[in-house]
């Protein structure tokens, strides 16, 4: 077999990517940037190319400190020389005793031999310390020793400078890529052939952010997100971090709409934290600042818990007249349900419960233990049927596949940049309202199953290999489609990938583990369950909603046969 041609990246590949996301930055965002970024920009474009280079290298490194001798670049022909130019352009400066408040970031560049052999310690401090980690060993050159004592017993070995203009360089990332989840390095996954991006015309991408504040507003949220992380790494008192989210909460802006949904994220996530944590009333206090899911139905338990039976019965019933998911939707009538009948010698059961108590059984051979959907499928197999496992791949592979050029659409205002994995309101319900009439005039195309099936081949065809984030590249998804596609009605599919459409989030998973069909046309989507197994509330949701349509579905309970 042939194997795919080894790419080679030009030796200052970085420094053309970098430069690439400036000249972006400059046209996308050129009015939001303040003095100082534009500052930034204007200095680092007159550096000598070496000084570009090297900064760039600095900027792509994790921390801010580094070690000049330890630098090994071929492709920076004088690195002496760049270095001198950052240092004297401010690019970078040595490391001084004015960098004591981030003095455990300086000393961690350093091993702990060199550490112990470079740090001006006393022959009686070295031996303890021999026997204690790194990070034992920083605390104490921290807290015992001066620290321009440490930094003149370092310097005098090697240079280590600081890597300056963090905050501008973190900006201009962040206008280009919107999030702090992504970096430079999605520009090498793309150059080396690793992930192939959807091709846009620049000239229709549009900017993410209208003003300065939604910028700072969004980064804030992630940059909270952060130190909420660090301070469980460091772990924290749960009482401390609880005080630190309520003094931020208080003390922060006003939240323009582009940062609000990261801050219910945090705040879901600082709740839990808190629950997990055994503090249920500053818990409750939390999820109150927010209404995304799982927010209300952690707020309805934990009252319920704590007596507040009535401000628990109306939240249910706030719940149930507007659901967010099935989540909410079944949880709203099941808890309300389990309230009213405290104290009842019968007691509720979940309409989940219900329902995998109504569904049918069949014996498995207890060897599928660990592999029940198998054990499942091979039942199947010999009553004469084509089994083939389904679960959400297939759904979210037809949904990528009819709609993908809808999902890309750069005229939507939705694709901000050329590495974007997905429009940045597809998770929103924006996605639905801003494409509705696209997709139902889609749907309408394709009016019989010949369309379908033509219009999902020369798109499997035409994108193959190109990221689609409801896509899972394979040789086998385009005949499960086109077995769907065969199986069900026009007007079922039509049904079924409307409903995706409206809650994208939430509807592109719980769908049944199976598929199975015999020669006659009978087909089935089947739930498989092990008798230690629950059905989902997004599970059921389908299963309903395919009842709804006539779409043949069904939970198979399994019973372990010895």
């Not at 507003?217 to 460091?234: G, H, P, V």
């Amino acid at each position: 077999m042939v194997g795919r041609q080894k790419i080679i990246l030009t030796p200052r590949y970085y420094l053309d990517n970098f430069r690439y996301v400036l000249d972006f930055v400059k046209r996308l965002y050129g009015n939001l940037l303040n003095d100082a970024e534009r500052d930034f920009i204007h200095r680092f474009e007159g550096l000598s190319l070496d000084a570009q280079c090297l900064y760039v290298r600095f900027s792509n490194r994790k921390g801010l400190f580094f070690r000049i001798n330890k630098l090994q670049y071929t492709e920076i022909i004088d690195l002496p020389a760049a270095v001198g130019e950052l240092i004297i352009a401010g690019f970078v400066e040595r490391l001084s005793a004015h960098h004591e408040i981030m003095g455990e970031a300086a000393l961690r560049v350093f091993t702990k031999p060199e550490l112990l052999n470079l740090l001006p310690l006393e022959p009686e401090e070295i031996r303890p310390l021999a026997k204690e980690k790194k990070e034992g060993l920083v605390r104490y050159a921290l807290h015992e020793l001066n620290f321009a004592e440490i930094v003149t017993s370092l310097t005098t070995h090697e240079t280590v400078v600081k890597m300056n203009f963090e905050a501008e360089g973190v900006m201009v990332k962040y206008l280009f890529f919107g999030n702090r989840g992504s970096s430079m390095t999605e520009f090498v996954v793309r150059d080396l052939g690793m992930v192939n991006f959807e091709r846009y015309d620049e000239s229709k991408l549009t900017a993410r952010f209208r003003t300065r504040k939604e910028v700072e507003d969004k980064l804030l949220i992630s940059l909270t997100n952060e130190e909420f992380y660090d301070l469980k790494e460091d772990e924290t008192p749960a009482d401390d971090i609880y005080n630190w989210f309520l003094n931020w909460n208080e003390t922060r802006p006003e939240l323009t709409e582009i940062a609000i949904p990261g801050y219910q994220k945090l705040v879901c996530r600082v709740g839990a934290f808190l629950e997990r944590q055994k503090l249920p009333d500053q818990a409750l206090a939390v999820y109150e600042l927010s209404d995304r899911v799982p927010a209300r139905e952690r707020r309805v338990r934990l009252l319920f818990r704590n007596g507040s039976v009535d401000e628990a019965l109306a939240l249910c019933d706030e719940i149930s007249v507007n659901p967010l998911n099935a989540e909410e939707r079944y949880f709203a009538n099941d808890f309300r349900e389990k309230i009213l009948s405290a104290g009842a010698k019968k007691r509720s059961r979940k309409a989940t419960t219900r329902f995998l108590s109504d569904a049918e059984s069949i014996n498995i051979p207890v060897a599928y233990r660990h592999h029940v959907e198998a054990g499942v499928m091979n039942y199947y197999l010999e009553q004469d049927y084509d089994a083939a496992f389904t679960e959400n791949y297939p759904w979210r592979g037809l949904f990528g596949l009819v709609f993908w050029d809808i999902i890309y659409d750069a005229n939507v205002s939705a694709i901000h940049h050329p590495l974007q994995r997905a429009p940045s309101d597809f998770y929103l319900p924006d996605f639905y309202l801003k494409r509705e009439e696209l997709l139902k005039k889609r749907l309408v195309e394709l009016n019989t199953k010949d369309d379908w099936r033509r219009h999902t081949g020369r798109m499997f065809n035409a994108k193959y290999g190109i990221t689609n984030v409801l896509v899972d590249w394979s040789d086998e998804l385009l005949t499960l489609v086109q077995r769907m596609i065969e199986l069900l009605d026009v007007d079922q599919l039509r049904l079924i990938l409307l409903e995706m459409a409206h809650n994208v989030r939430e509807h592109t998973r719980g769908f049944p583990d199976l598929l199975i069909w015999n020669e006659q046309g009978h087909y089935e989507f089947v739930e498989v369950k092990s008798p230690t197994d629950h059905l989902g509330p997004q599970q059921l949701h389908w299963l309903e909603f395919f009842q709804t349509i006539g779409v043949h579905g069904k939970v198979m309970r399994v019973i372990w046969e010895v």
